[in-house]
């Protein structure tokens, strides 16, 4: 598996992870966190979708490449 | 060259945009929805939308690996053992998340990472066996042997892991009533609310690791072909 | 199916000649095992309380099992394999070796048994069913052992492959047994015998299926 991919991954589920163990009563309460929380993971998770794309175009312009050059 | 400058339709692209926008829901949905109030694990039981969906996609990719290896053992196309090797490596990954994310949540809910638990255990387990398959297809340099070799193998290895994992939890809950059933797992009675997201939740990240697997796939198909050429 | 009988038998009474002919294999399997016991004896010198005998049991039986019985394709030359390859079909193979390999296994055990018994003590009215579990044990562990040497053999691998590609397959079984034997010697529960009647036969059955694959490889 691509290793930034995996490296954002790990990123992500360590963040909300974390963030659902923690002050396992009082978190709720403090909401402004959940809000910090929901941001930083929203953010990592666009990294993750622009990263995605990006191999997603190289891909298929290697591969429409190799399929003209094969016909 | 018309077709470079273009827009670029992915191969695709319904399930991959799918996969974003129910990861958007669960990160979203996840910490504002509500949840029921249960001793012990009180807002920790959101970990069900970031931890337990960990090991669903893992269960899943694995079953991928199990279900390309007898594809291959019936037909013999190398390029089912190539999904085979993919969907296994992300399944590990997928694993090894699930598997950090089970310890930090232990850690904080039952005051120590390591603990014996059924689920923890079939985690381990599953990580063990996979890792012998990657050895074994490490041993070997000849691929269409590697192939036959590695299928026999992940047929076994995946019967064996279903039968740890899911067979004898049950086995242990009933010799040991007391010990068994640890206030955490079993007690996720799915709320509406709860169900709302974790469906969504376990189809968002099976999407996505589906979806590194596919990229890998086509990055190594690539690979194979510019090797062919040289 | 009487003369499919006689035919697995037949691959039975050959693998069991060649590999009595070979004595230094049977003795050296023997002084493993015997070995190992002792090695434990040193540590304890007393009996070890009702985990670690349970424990010490079957990890005890489990590498002794994959040095004899990991290594029953291994030790077959090239020449020997494409000879078997003309003369048995497959499902009689993985039968037979399968076979032998249990009743290897399951002598071993006895052995360990009765070592156990003997230096680190028994409980009371338990004999039988520690015999019944042995028994049961060898069988799984025999039916991944054999398909496990086989895979092994044709990776031109040595030993020490056959243990790590074993072990790990052998987790749910070995686990079960283990469970069941501290249950029966702490609170004297009879262990769940269809579960572990079912989980051989599906050890046997998966490795009956999947050989043949191998087979022509």
Not at chain 2, 82 to 106: Q, Y
Not at chain 3, 22 to 28: A, F, P, V
């Amino acid at each position: 598996m691509n290793t930034r991919l995996s490296f954002l991954l790990f990123g992500l589920v360590f963040l909300s992870n974390t963030a659902c163990a923690e002050n396992i009563n009082t978190w709720m309460v403090t909401d402004n966190k959940i809000n910090v929380v929901v941001t930083v993971a929203f953010v990592v998770l666009s990294i993750m979708a622009v990263w995605l794309f990006r191999i997603e175009t190289r891909l298929g312009k290697i591969e429409r490449q190799s399929a003209q050059t094969k016909s | 060259m018309s077709q470079g400058s273009s827009f670029v339709f992915f191969r695709g692209f319904a399930w991959k945009a799918l996969s974003l926008i129910l990861l958007f829901y669960t990160f979203y949905q996840g910490f504002n929805g509500t949840v029921p109030e249960m001793p012990i694990l009180h807002q920790t039981i959101r970990n069900l939308y970031f931890h337990v969906t960990m090991w669903m996609a893992m269960l899943v990719l694995l079953l991928s690996n199990a279900i390309y290896g007898i594809r291959f053992l019936s037909s013999g196309n190398l390029d089912l053992d190539l999904k085979a090797d993919e969907c296994a490596k992300s399944g590990m990954i997928f694993g090894i998340a699930g598997l950090v994310t089970g310890m930090i949540w232990a850690n904080y809910t039952w005051g120590a990472p390591w603990v014996n638990d059924p689920q923890l255990n079939g985690t381990a387990a599953s990580l063990l066996i996979y890792a012998a398959y990657f050895v074994l297809r490490n041993a070997i340099s000849e691929s269409s042997k590697r192939a036959k070799l590695a299928a026999v193998y992940s047929i076994f290895a995946f019967v064996m892991m279903f039968v740890f994992i899911m067979v004898i939890p049950k086995l242990s809950d009933s010799l040991h009533p007391g010990k068994g059933g640890n206030p955490g797992f079993n007690k996720y009675d799915l709320d509406s609310n709860m169900r709302m997201v974790f469906y969504p939740a376990v189809i968002g990240w099976t999407l996505l690791g589906a979806w590194f697997t596919e990229l890998r796939i086509r990055i190594r198909r690539i690979e194979q072909k510019i090797e062919l050429n040289a | 199916m009487n003369s499919g009988l006689s035919r697995l038998l037949s691959v039975f009474a050959y693998e069991f000649r060649t590999e009595f002919r070979n004595k230094e294999s049977i003795s050296g399997i023997l002084v493993y095992a015997l070995a190992s016991i002792f090695i434990t004896w040193l540590c304890f010198l007393q009996s070890p309380g009702t985990q670690a005998w349970t424990g010490l049991y079957w990890i005890i039986l489990l590498f002794a099992a994959t040095n004899a019985a990991g290594r029953s394709f291994i030790r077959e030359s090239r020449g020997l394999q494409l000879f078997h390859y003309m003369l048995f079909r497959p499902g009689e193979v993985i039968l037979a070796k399968s076979l032998f390999n249990f009743l290897l296994l399951f002598a071993l055990g006895l052995l360990n048994l009765c070592c156990f018994t003997l230096m680190f003590g028994g409980k009371e009215g338990t004999l039988n069913e520690l015999l019944l579990l042995t028994l049961l044990g060898a069988f799984g562990l025999s039916a991944v052992l054999t398909l496990v040497s086989s895979i092994v053999s044709k990776a031109y691998g040595n030993a020490s492959l056959a243990a790590v590609l074993g072990f790990p397959l052998l987790f749910p079984v070995l686990l079960i047994l283990v469970k069941s034997t501290l249950a029966l010697l702490e609170g004297g529960q009879s262990p769940n015998w269809l579960m572990l009647v079912a989980l051989d036969a599906l050890l046997l059955a998966l490795s009956y299926i999947l050989f043949p694959y191998l087979w022509r490889e």
